[in-house]
Nanobody
């Protein structure tokens, strides 16, 4: 069983930056795919990006050029650096993971149905 805990959300002005963290605990897997998702009020959960055990990354078009996904394995921590924030980035951001496989195709990496473990989310508000 794996637990995911997000942190780093908050309120920020448009044009600013945030770094979100996701700490995982529990069983460790050699192969995995970890993703960031977000959900704004009244909208469907959408993929922001992913990173897998081979270091491959995917970013959604909506954050391309503004987002960096990275990890520090020794800390079991996944990061999402989001720059040039816009009001439309306002959402609850979730960390998710699936194990025993890499992320697969771009569409799979951004599909929330492909992920099994989820954190509770952290709120990001951009004004």
């Amino acid at each position: 069983h794996v637990q995911l805990v997000e942190s780093g959300g908050g309120s920020v002005q448009a044009g600013g930056s945030l770094r979100l963290s996701c700490v995982s605990s529990g069983v460790k897997y050699i192969r995995y795919c970890m993703g960031w998702f977000r959900q704004a009020p009244g909208k469907e959960r959408e993929g922001v990006g992913s990173l897998d055990s081979d270091g491959g990354t995917v970013r959604a078009d909506s954050v391309m050029g503004r987002a960096t996904i990275s990890q520090v394995s020794a800390k079991n921590t996944l990061y999402l650096q989001l720059n040039s924030l816009k009001p439309e980035d306002t959402a609850v951001y979730y960390c998710a993971a699936t194990f025993e496989n890499r992320c697969g195709s771009r569409s799979s990496a951004l599909d929330y149905n492909e992920y099994l473990s989820w954190g509770r989310g952290t709120q990001v508000t951009v004004s």
